[in-house]
């Protein structure tokens, strides 16, 4: 990538198609963006349990520069809302993550979740119906058989495009507690989901049936000291997966070792420097989000304050630490006690592994580049995203004369927060969800 900054937006949609986009509806607020493999559709997720797949326009002749726009593609229903009886618990029907598979036919499938069910969904199109059954007219009504006389051969006839989405499986019952991840193993064949204690293997084809993989729940519960934060498996080897907590460390498995993976393969920490430790220690060291990089050389984490890069073959401290806002530092105070240091943020790596980009507040999202060490903060807002207007850098100021160009620390708005971003598999195209609205940036380099 030749500039980090070079970014310009091109599309820009509310969630709520059917409500104004002054109306932050808490059910249209995104909770969840992920592309599939070739990124030519983009799936996102909200508190309201739906799902809207965008899909990206082919390039046309007349228009070579529209390639790249993407447009609503299908709106569904993933999960509704449910109640527990057993423990007298609403069950929200907000989406937490969207995990695509491959794709082997026609058809499309993605996984969803909530905090406790798991759906594969099957996205498919049709454009022609079949006309002239025998036993049923045209409405769809049942004929009576005394008054057929001729046999007819039912004919396939043009229709216009439908995208439907049906649930093809789901996989429930079996967590205590809150699914935090999902993540596709590369044998295709299983996946796994995490909640605070436990982590399940499933297989697609048996959804009565899981394993259960790794299980941290003590004995005595006023024993617990840590929880799961988030898990992926290795994107080439299908026995290797790992999972964060809490305490801020990073757990590699291999299930080939054991049933239950209790026993970790490598264990990565960094010990912290004690002159730094304070009241919010433990609380800005836990590890919002996990990411092994495309080619599984390497793990990106994320805090609080930073993101962490390291080599699987390197256990005792990260090989890259970016400060994403150090800035905060002198606000956590408040930040505690507005609830907003609780804030899970994730990391993203492009499809070369060469660039991450993270969120942060005030719509703020951060860009680092690996190789030249150079960073940016970019803005993801109505006012600064006129189409193909190059994005401006943003700079915050902490304390001293302020900049016209700058913010202040002090103004910051942390209501407005950059949780969930993605990035295409193979091109400079980012998406980035801003409360109810999802931004798509194009690299200008394209």
Known sequence: MKCL??????????????????????????????????????????????????????????????????????????????????????????????????????????????????????????DKRPEGYNLKDEDGRLRDPSMI?????????????????????????????????????????????????????????????????????????EELTEVITAAEFHPHHCNTFVYSSSKGTIRLCDMRTAALCDRHAKFFEEPEDPSNRSFFSEIISSISDVKFSHSGRYIMTRDYLTVKVWDLNMENRPIETYQVHDYLRSK???????????????????????????????????MFDRNT?????????????????????RKVCVGGKRRKDEISVDSLDFSKKILHTAWHPSENIIAVAATNNLYIFQDKVN
């Not at 609503?72 to 995990?99: A, C, G, M, W």
């Not at 295709?188 to 899981?210: C, G, V």
């Not at 903060?377 to 401006?392: D, F, G, Q, Y």
């Open 332 to 366: 956590l105070c408040s930040l505690y006690e507005n609830d907003c240091i609780f804030d899970k943020f994730e990391c993203v790596w492009n499809g070369s592994d060469s660039v991450i980009m993270t969120g942060s507040y005030n719509n703020f999202f951060r």
């Open 373 to 393: 060490k150079r960073d940016v903060t970019l803005e993801a807002s109505r006012e600064n995203s006129k189409p193909r207007a190059i994005l401006k850098p």
């Open 149 to 221: 006389t001729v046999l007819r051969v039912p004919v396939l006839r043009p229709m216009d495009l439908m995208v439907e989405a049906t649930p093809r499986r789901v996989f429930a019952n079996a967590h205590t507690y809150h699914i935090n991840s999902i993540s596709v193993n590369s044998d295709y064949e299983t996946y796994m989901s995490a909640d605070d204690l436990r982590i399940n293997l499933w297989n697609f084809e048996i959804t009565n049936q899981s394993f259960n993989i790794v299980d941290i729940k003590p004995a005595n519960m």
């Open 5 to 126: 900054s070079r970014y310009l937006p091109y599309l820009l949609r509310p969630h709520g198609a059917l409500r104004s986009a002054s109306c932050h509806a808490q059910a249209d607020i995104i909770s969840t963006v992920e592309f599939n493999h070739t990124g030519e559709l983009l799936a996102t997720g909200d508190k309201g349990g739906r799902v809207v797949i965008f899909q990206r326009e082919q390039e046309s002749k007349n228009q070579p520069h529209r390639r790249g726009e993407y447009n609503v593609y299908s709106t569904f229903q993933s999960h509704e809302p449910e109640f527990d009886y057993l423990k007298s618990l609403e069950i929200e029907e907000k989406i937490n993550k969207i995990r695509w598979l491959p794709q082997q036919n026609a058809a499309y499938f993605l996984l969803s979740t909530n905090d406790k069910t798991v759906k594969l969904w099957k996205v498919s199109e049709r």
